[in-house]
């Protein structure tokens, strides 16, 4: 049987499993609070002290719940605290007095609530991941960075941050993250931890950056999932990444290897190597004018990928429903007009049905998020998940560049980037249609297949966000659909031939 959802904050346990533990306070966000629980007399792995202002005002409260800490943490337990920022002093004094020490200080970012960013202030962690990971502008990135490395900041932002967490031991326990440490292949070493946390929340993978001693940068990158909805999805990633990764590196990006793939507590973890450089959506947010040197270069290293990796074929039936029918089918309902749409795509594709199609390997998810500038302008591609060795041509151009426009250009509104992309008069059309035509004599398909391609690459991506969001959750891809549906008239002349 598969275990247990995680909570996010197991991970930091040496056996990265909390069997029993105990959450005292009013306070302890939902996306950090653990499944399991305990009965009286029993120890705890796991201790969770997060109080309200009110509790910390109530005449010993404080008090007697670092006394209960004391009394039911297990010997190699971890107890993680999270107390509005005036508080934290007291209860330091008071964990002092019960025997238990802190371990390490974490900060969440952007808040406790959502905790997309986990980093311990410690100098090495939080220069890369203020310097490297997080979106802030480039003013921002750099003062934090020096604050950081030159005048010890991290030490002010322990005392005044309202999303800190102080991870309590006793002396004598097992290391932090003990878990990740034994994995090959830097076994029985110790050091910190940066976690990141997928905008999909808990379903979605979380990435843990592994630093060594004091090692400036990550020794490795390990992948997991805190459910068991998703555990296949590492394990074709490990496979994925075997197959296209060659391909991928000989067209000159950088792409993860492969270190391990095992399982801790029955949850698969997938090891990689260390791809340098800063997140191309954390760079366009601060320097928007870099959009046309970004997109240059992914469309120069899309070329070269694409010749590598052309597979000639035809677009048969399971292609075609695949790619195209299967989506519709599901997201016709939710769209105005959607019978009208399924239709139209329906009788204007299927009769294409054998004819032949030339395919490439697709990365299927290239958001900026998941590209890396690294040294000498160097293109680093990580995520790959999602990939395919044949899978239609120019999806990954089509979501890459409203991807960035969305990034750099219109303040988070991908539909607005959409259409400056791909609408009659948009202010990217051109570009766009320059770009796909240096494609196209790379892959050469006949006019109607790219239409094709644009369809099946947003009916993908909404699918995708359908399946992954709740009814009351955003959705911005079903809305870039509801409009693609309803304007078809509107788009590039190129979209339709």
Not at 89 to 112: A, F, N, W
Request: hydrophobic residues 40%.
């Amino acid at each position: 049987m598969l275990s247990k959802a995680l909570s996010l904050l197991e991970l930091l346990h040496p056996d990265c499993l909390a069997i029993r533990s105990l959450v005292l306070g009013s306070r302890c966000p939902a996306m950090l609070r653990p499944c399991s629980s305990m009965t009286a007399g029993e120890y705890a792995d796991l201790v969770i002290l997060a109080p309200t202002v009110a509790e910390c005002r109530t005449s010993g409260w404080l008090q007697e719940a670092v006394q209960s800490v004391s009394q039911k943490l297990e010997p190699n337990g971890v107890a993680y605290v999270l107390a509005p920022p005036r508080w934290r002093l007291r209860i330091r004094k008071l964990l002092s007095d019960h025997g238990l020490s802190i371990d390490q200080e974490i900060i969440h970012l952007p808040d406790q609530d959502i905790s997309r960013y986990l980093v311990p202030l410690s100098p090495t962690p939080a220069q890369y991941a203020f310097s490297k990971l997080l979106p802030l502008p480039q003013w921002a990135q750099l003062l934090t960075t020096i604050g950081v490395r030159f005048f010890r900041c991290d030490k002010l932002f322990r005392h005044i941050l309202p999303s800190v967490g102080m991870a309590v031991r006793r002396p004598g326990a097992r290391p932090l993250f003990d878990w990740f440490f034994r994995l090959k292949p830097e076994a029985d070493r110790s050091g910190s931890v940066i976690i990141r946390t997928s905008w999909r929340g808990q379903d979605g993978a979380v990435i843990l950056y592994r630093f060594v001693d004091r090692d400036d940068s990550p020794s490795a990158v390990a992948k997991m999932t805190l459910t068991t909805k998703t555990l296949g999805n590492l394990i074709r990633e490990a496979e994925i990444l075997d197959r296209v990764g060659p391909s991928a590196r000989n067209a000159g990006a950088q792409v993860p290897l492969r270190l391990s793939l095992g399982q801790v507590n029955e949850h698969p973890v997938l090891l990689q190597s260390v791809i340098g450089g800063q997140s191309i959506a954390s760079l366009l947010s601060s320097q928007p004018g870099r959009l046309f040197e970004i997109l240059e270069s992914l469309v120069s290293w899309l070329e070269s990928w694409n010749r590598c990796s052309i597979v000639l074929g035809s677009l048969d039936r399971e292609l075609l429903e695949k790619e195209l029918l299967m989506s519709v089918a599901v997201l016709a309902p939710l769209l105005e007009q959607g019978d009208e749409y399924r239709n139209w795509l329906v009788e204007r594709y299927l009769t294409l049905t054998g004819d032949s199609m030339t395919l490439v390997a697709t990365h299927n998810d290239l958001t900026m998020w998941n590209l890396l500038l690294g040294e000498q302008g160097r293109l680093g591609v990580i995520d790959w998940e999602s990939a395919s060795e044949k899978g239609l041509p120019f999806v990954d151009l089509f979501y890459a560049v409203t991807d960035a426009v969305t990034a750099a250009k219109t303040n988070g509104d991908r539909l607005t980037a959409f259409k400056e992309s791909f609408a009659v008069g948009g202010t990217y059309e051109c570009m766009v249609g320059q770009y796909l035509a240096r494609l196209r004599r790379v892959v050469q398909i006949p006019d109607e297949m790219v239409g094709l391609c644009f369809h099946a690459c947003w009916l993908h991506h909404a699918a995708n966000e359908y399946r992954s969001t709740g009814p009351s959750d955003p959705r911005p891809f079903l809305q870039l659909l509801q409009w693609l549906s309803l304007n078809r008239a509107n788009l590039c002349q190129w979209v339709h031939g």
